[in-house]
């Protein structure tokens, strides 16, 4: 929820503006005399380069009206003033873009050199601007002018690399912006260099917090190998006024065994005939689960594995999957609801697999995860799951697992029933099935065993989401969360593709356009709504009736700090601390000696990773009730998060001291508490 705001109608193209603003950032009186046209060399045509011949990166922005007209459009779903919208001030330091030629790209061209990379930019014209090219020192070639970046600074690629761009003008893409990096070519040629560099990490100003985090040279190493195997990857925005969608794809060196892996099957599908309608549907064919985890595992393991990620049961767990699998997941009044159909292959097809490999192995690793949460929160949990009682269905064994999450402090039952869920499992021949009961477990078996193979057709995997009914889902289970935002728009689905086939992966979301100015203008609403909440200034508020029991009356936004340090704290519980600090700020305007209400808008701060702002607020709590051994616990887990252990210890040791429990636990659980 707190992701969602106002702002994303600015900034759902910032990538763009701040790409392009970076040519428009020069004033006039920087700029130089154009020089002689810039052409390509005699007896060469720029269509005749192979692409990315000698450039890291190519940036290619197509249609550059049409794309901030999107950006107009969505920003207008704010409903403020269109003067301020970011795409006012890009077209008037460009002069304009009706005499840029939307029919060919802009390509931004990149070479990576020492000590800084030479970096240009070609921009089509359909009529010269000979104030552009005077503002920015422009060079004229035949139908574009060529500048250098930053704008002002000479260019110094290439000659092969602006023939590159020459002919990339020529091309135009699908994409609004795309971004081609020849990662392979990247490594390959200075390889040499990053080997040197990661040999010298222990000299970095922050080797240790790298070591720390398990970025080892040795690790290091081992994912530059991986990364290696990669030949070109790309990344892409389309802006369309009906859609927009963002395109990752990625194209293996050959002969490596990442090109080996990227590929998938013909072999018939079994799942065809099996459809969820939830608010999260997935999809998947056969390919090399387990080719892609080793080469990832190869890369990363050692850091998963510092981690607690259990690397090897994992693997082994894998090799049992074909890739073949659908189902969906939905929130509601009950929590979560999942189930899914996967196709498995050799010793899983046997009716134990689930009892004697598949839970042992989930139940061992969560005990990973149980001693995390143990530490992190300073107490003992349970497991966080555990078995439940075996049925039969339709003539088949069914176990049941629940997951249990434990507790955070300060949350509600609310916060349990959204993570808590249970799921039960069956093996049907070759079909490994989750369901959320027993009721939906009978109507699944019969699906197994009555789909037929089909004929492979389509992208490799897909998936849909119902954004808005996702996200009304998870809020209907939240008491009062109806009461701080609403009823959410109703808005379509977001889809996700992706394919790989010889070498080549992809992965393409979209969603429509109309669906985020919805979301857009909803939000920007409630925030709206949130600032004009009108209350009295401390000064004007009535006089407290003497002995008033005020736990027998509702209580009153304009004069109650209750009302809003509720409103926070709830807000907070789930998430929403952008929301929750602006509670509490009109609490303390209420009333300045409120210490509750200083130190949980530092916990909301600190949940923000605003960690200045979050010490300054604990302070303030500190300072108004220093015998609270909660504020410095609190202060302490801040301290923590940002990297200060040794305050950290400092901040607990005072709180146990004043008979904080959870701090005295962490220390006892750290080894750094010693009992007087």
């Known amino acids: 929820m707190n992701t969602i705001r106002n702002r994303c109608a600015a900034g759902i193209l910032a990538a763009l503006c701040m790409l392009f603003f970076t040519i428009a950032s020069v004033p006039a009186s920087a700029a130089k005399t ?12 720029a269509a005749s380069q192979s692409p990315s011949q000698v450039l890291d990166v190519i940036v290619k922005i197509n249609r550059l009206e049409d794309a901030l007209g999107v950006v107009d459009q969505l920003y207008s779903a704010t409903q403020k003033d269109p003067a301020q919208s970011p795409t006012m001030l890009l077209r008037g330091m460009l002069q304009g873009t009706d005499w840029i030629d939307a029919s060919r790209p802009i390509v931004i061209g990149i070479e990576i050199r020492e000590p800084t990379p030479a970096m240009a930019a070609m921009i089509p014209f359909v009529d010269p601007n000979p104030s552009f090219m005077t503002s920015f020192g422009a060079q004229p070639g035949p139908g574009y002018y060529l500048i250098g970046l930053p704008p002002g600074e000479p260019v110094t690629l290439s000659e092969v690399a602006m023939l590159e761009m020459a002919g990339a003008v020529q091309v135009p893409g699908d994409m609004s912006v795309t971004i081609d990096v020849a990662l392979g070519r990247i490594l390959k040629t200075r390889e040499g260099q990053i080997r040197e560099r990661l040999s010298q990490m222990a000299t970095l100003p922050n080797a240790d917090k790298m070591t720390e985090a398990g970025l080892t040279p040795e690790k290091l190493g081992k994912m ?17 006024r009906t859609e927009i969608s963002t395109l990752f794809e990625m194209i293996a060196e050959n002969g490596t065994p990442l090109s080996d892996a990227i590929t998938k099957t013909d072999r018939p599908t079994s799942l065809q005939g099996y459809a969820t309608a939830h608010q999260v549907n997935f999809r998947s064919r056969e390919y090399d689960i387990q080719g892609l985890t080793a080469i990832l595992l190869s890369a990363f393991g050692e850091l998963y594995q510092q981690m607690g990620i259990d690397v090897k049961g994992m693997q082994d767990i894998l090799a049992s999957f074909t890739g073949e699998m659908a189902g969906g997941m939905s929130y509601g009044p009950g929590g ?7 196709l498995m292959k050799g010793a899983a097809t046997s009716g134990d697999f689930i009892e004697n490999t598949y839970l042992p192995w989930l139940e061992n690793y969560s005990r990973t995860f149980e001693k995390k949460f143990e530490k992190d929160l300073g107490r003992d949990f349970g497991p966080l799951w555990v078995r439940t009682k075996p049925s039969q269905v339709a003539g088949y064994r069914v176990v049941g697992e629940k997951f249990q999450m434990p507790a955070m402090p300060g949350a509600d039952n609310a916060l349990n029933t ?3 869920y249970e799921v039960r499992l069956a093996m049907v021949g070759d079909k490994f099935i989750i369901a959320p009961d027993d009721r939906r477990m009978a109507e699944l078996i019969k699906t197994a065993k009555t789909v037929k193979k089909a004929p492979a057709s389509g992208p490799l995997m897909t998936a849909d989401i119902d954004m808005g009914s996702y996200m009304g889902g ?9 009461e701080m935002v609403g009823t959410l728009p109703k808005t379509g689905r977001i889809t996700v593709s992706a394919d790989m086939e010889n070498g080549r992966a992809y992965a393409r979301t979209s969603i429509p356009t109309r669906d985020i100015g919805t979301l857009v203008a909803y939000f920007a609403q409630l925030d709206a709504s949130v600032k004009k909440t009108a209350f009295r200034p401390s000064e004007e508020k009535p006089e407290a009736v003497a002995g008033a029991d005020k736990t027998k009356q509702p209580l009153n936004p304009e004069t109650d700090p209750d009302y809003w340090i509720d409103k926070g704290a709830l807000a907070a519980t789930y998430g929403a601390d952008t929301y929750a600090i602006k509670y509490f700020q009109k609490a303390l305007a209420l009333d300045s000696k409120r210490s509750d209400a200083y130190f949980q808008m530092g916990i909301s701060y600190g949940e923000l990773r605003a960690f200045a702002e979050a010490i ?17 616990y ?3 887990r801040v301290f923590l998060m940002s990297g200060e252990t040794s305050l950290a210890i400092e901040d607990f040791r005072i709180a146990a001291d004043l008979g904080s429990e959870d701090a005295r636990r962490y220390l006892e659980l750290t080894a750094e508490y010693e009992a007087e």
């Open 616 to 632: 300054e607020a604990i302070e303030k709590a500190i300072a108004i009730d220093p015998q609270r051994g909660v504020y410095y």
């Open 34 to 45: 154009p020089t002689k046209p810039v052409k390509p060399a005699a007896g060469k045509t």
């Open 418 to 420: 959204l993570m808590n």
């Open 634 to 636: 609190g202060r302490g």
């Open 474 to 482: 998870i809020m209907g289970i939240i008491p009062g969360m109806d």
């Open 224 to 240: 530059l190998d991986t990364a290696a195997q990669i030949g070109n990857i790309s990344f892409g925005l389309n802006l369309d």
């Open 336 to 342: 979560i609801t999942f189930e899914m159909i996967a």
